[in-house]
């Protein structure tokens, strides 16, 4: 249960400023890239700690009592850190279903993100991983309805990696899944894995909805997956995550 102190929308000032959250974190960015026009798609923020510690040192941080505070800070801050690296891109944020107690109410404080540090909206793909224990799926689907209604793009990240993905599916559909790394990694080797992910290709094409190959390391992973039709990746192969920057993707290995 979240404490009704913080059951309001926070300001852009205290998600930004450690006060709201009683720790500071900043942003690295991992890019998305499109292989049919050799571009950045998008850049996912990746917690990072204030001097650059590992998501890990921010995450052992985050309780019951703060997650709310937590889910808030790291949007704002995304929002501003992408604002100020001047992000033409779209903008990948992971959000905690589990600390957003009203849909309407904590999406608040992302809009106000976005109209105070002019971030358009329509540029923000909202995260959820399959991975995490969704407690009430039906609230999950009130969160992703009142994004999309308010503008917002959505995923399943990790899409493959827990047990819940075609029943997520079943309940309402994003406009994105990203595979996971483990569904992806030495695919070219293990043919179990092409068949699982061609099926998973095949019901998000009749579906409407984008596939990212997450987890992308070696060049024969990327010729067997663009070979299945996806045309997304994200992963080491292109680019690793950077501190409070965008980093440049490489594409010479496909040359």
Excluded at 9 to 25: H, K, R
Excluded at 35 to 56: C, I, K, N
Excluded at 84 to 97: C, E, G, S, V
Aim: with cysteine.
């Amino acid at each position: 249960m979240i404490s009704t102190e913080y059951q309001h929308p926070l300001s852009c000032a205290e998600c930004l400023n450690g006060t709201a959250l009683g720790f500071n974190i900043s942003m690295a960015f991992q890019p998305i890239v499109d292989m049919e026009s050799r571009t950045v798609f998008s850049y996912e923020a990746l917690v990072r700690g204030p001097s650059d510690q590992p998501a890990s040192w921010v995450l052992e941080k985050v309780n019951d009592s703060n997650r709310y505070r937590f889910d808030q800070t790291c949007r704002v801050k995304a929002i501003k850190t992408a604002a100020d690296l001047n992000m033409k891109t779209m903008l990948n944020i992971n959000f905690l279903p589990n600390a957003v107690y009203e849909p309407a109410a904590c999406i608040r404080t992302t809009l106000n993100a976005a109209n105070e540090f002019n971030f358009p909206v329509n540029q923000i793909i909202f995260e959820v991983t399959e991975a995490e224990k969704v407690r009430d799926p039906e609230h999950l689907n009130n969160i992703i309805q009142e994004y999309k209604h308010r503008g917002f793009l959505t995923a399943i990240d990790d899409f493959g990696a827990g047990f819940s993905g075609l029943n997520l599916l079943s309940k309402f559909q994003p406009n994105y899944i990203k595979l996971d790394g483990a569904l992806t990694r030495n695919i070219h080797e293990d043919r179990t894995k092409r068949v699982i992910v061609k099926s998973i290709i095949e019901v998000s094409n009749e579906l409407g909805i984008q596939v990212i190959a997450e987890g992308v390391e070696k060049k024969e992973e990327l010729e067997v997956l663009r070979e299945l039709g996806i045309h997304l990746f994200q992963g080491y192969l292109f680019a690793k995550p950077a501190f409070e920057t965008l980093p440049v993707p490489e594409f010479e290995f496909d040359s």
